[in-house]
């Protein structure tokens, strides 16, 4: 019973580089999201999508692109990694945008140097 | 507009006494609320969720939470702590749409032998 998988768990970068988080949920869910994690900032939206074929932009998109794949995966895309995208990265899925609880994936550390 | 604030940002506890985690939120409607947990470098787990059903809502773990609707509030509790419940805690408020999902800022909960 996997849940929500995110590829790789801890990436290092230099400045420039590109890089995709992969993920991955098996419930069968409509909606998938991807927030980042910083120290006292609770977690910020970066995309989400209601449904497949659908992508819409969150709180925080600049500096990253999204796709969805197919219902099960949606994947992030830094194109020109910078500093300021060292965080903590969590995919998360729910059965739909306007009900019912989020289920997370570990998450995916990534340091920009 | 929504929002959410969790009123302390460390509670510390003696193993073996009551919790208790603070959130107050803002909503112009009837909201979904939950309340999260995160063990370090884990993803967020769900504790519990309120769906407008009944006002207090047991979780897993030992924890529950009161909807109080004339103070605003969603404070998470649990009768004696135990030294695993040491995580970080995460109220959330989620509306209509993948842009009104909001999280608190987080509480860290500190477990003392």
């Known amino acids: 019973n996997a849940g929500v998988t995110q590829t790789p768990k801890f990436q290092v970068l230099k400045t420039g580089q590109s890089m995709t988080l992969q993920c991955a949920q098996d419930?069968?869910?409509?909606?998938m999201y991807w927030y980042r994690q910083d120290p006292g900032m609770g977690l910020r939206l970066i995309y989400y999508s209601a449904s497949e074929g659908t992508t819409d932009k969150g709180e925080v998109p600049n500096g990253y692109n999204v796709s969805r794949l197919n219902k099960r995966e949606f994947s992030l895309r830094l194109e020109s990694a910078a500093p300021s995208q060292t965080s903590v990265y969590f995919c998360?899925?729910?059965?739909?945008?306007?009900?019912?609880?989020?289920?997370f994936g570990e998450g995916s550390r990534l340091t920009v140097l | 507009a929504q929002s959410v604030t969790q009123l302390d940002s460390h509670v510390s506890v003696s193993e073996g006494t009551p919790v208790l985690l603070r959130c107050n939120y803002s909503s112009s409607y009837s909201p979904s609320l939950f309340w999260y947990v995160q063990h370090p470098n884990k993803g967020l787990q769900l504790l519990l969720k309120?769906?407008?059903?009944?006002?207090l809502v047991k979780g897993i773990n030992g924890f529950e939470a009161e909807f109080k609707k004339s103070e605003t509030s969603f404070h998470l509790t649990k009768p004696s702590a135990h030294m695993s419940d040491a995580a970080e805690y995460f109220c959330?408020?989620?509306?209509?749409?993948?842009?009104?999902?909001?999280f608190g800022s987080g509480t860290r909960l500190s477990i003392r032998p």
């Open positions: 959330v408020v989620r509306g209509s749409s993948a842009s009104k999902i909001i």
């Open positions: 998360a899925s729910s059965i739909g945008t306007s009900a019912g609880e989020l289920f």
């Open positions: 419930m069968n869910h409509n909606s």
């Open positions: 309120y769906t407008s059903a009944a006002t």
